[in-house]
């Protein structure tokens, strides 16, 4: 199956600096998603990003699929940033059926005050 | 926003013992499926569903696992003799022509 990789796997910033978050996959992919891993344990979406770039707020995004990466920035981080990031991936199925997800290991981002 | 719900937030229940975890996707989602994330590991997929049968299945989910659709709004995963190593969080997910959105998870504990 198709091999998600993502780095750091941990990173530590003081509130106000900037990061950058990697995810780099083995294959093709019809879907890419990046998730924001809270305290308590939920997935919240942040992009839906198959290809392209998209901005939310201090939140951008770049997909480059014919390189097999994506790329999450985070600017002027807060310590509500901190938690697990999540790529995740979905191979082509057959037909016009949507399959699983794959999931990178996350990288922790820790925010200090 | 429409949300995927989950009940119960959390179970604790002993070994060998049955489960039902449950799920309400959103409304108009056509594709449903359940992940789990065992402490401090990545998320897994275990089954997907569309079109009220099984689509793709992991090796995780063998037969102590089902899943139904019993009715237009409820979407059940079930563990039938629960071990130790299914203690996990539980997360289902409903998707929309390729994005997936996912519940607040229920956690399971198995003593």
């Known amino acids: 199956g198709i091999q998600v990789e993502q780095s750091p796997p941990d990173l530590i910033l003081q509130e106000g600096a900037n990061s950058t978050l990697r995810c780099n996959f083995s294959d093709s992919v019809n879907n890419l998603q990046w998730f924001h891993q809270n305290p308590w344990g939920q997935l919240i979406n942040l992009f839906y990003?198959?290809?392209g770039t998209k901005q939310n707020g201090r939140l951008s995004a770049t997909t480059v699929a014919t390189e097999r990466y994506s790329l999450l920035y985070i600017s002027s981080s807060q310590t509500t940033d901190s938690g697990v990031y999540f790529c995740a991936v979905e191979e082509p199925a057959g037909g016009t059926s949507y399959g699983k997800l794959t999931f990178g290991q996350g990288t922790i981002l820790t925010v200090h005050p | 926003e429409p949300e995927v719900t989950q009940t119960p937030s959390h179970q604790v229940t002993q070994m060998g013992q049955e489960v039902i975890l449950r799920c309400v996707p959103i409304s108009n989602h056509l594709y449903f499926y359940w992940y789990r994330q065992i402490l401090g590991q990545k998320v897994e997929f275990l089954v997907s569903f569309y079109n009220n049968e099984i689509s793709e299945k992991s090796e995780i989910f063998d037969d102590q696992f089902s899943v139904e659709r019993p009715d237009g709004s409820n979407f059940t995963l079930k563990i039938r003799s629960t071990k130790l190593e299914d203690s996990a969080m539980y997360f289902c997910a409903s998707g929309w022509f390729g994005e997936q959105y996912f519940g607040p998870g229920t956690r399971l504990t198995v003593t």
């Open positions: 990003i198959p290809s």
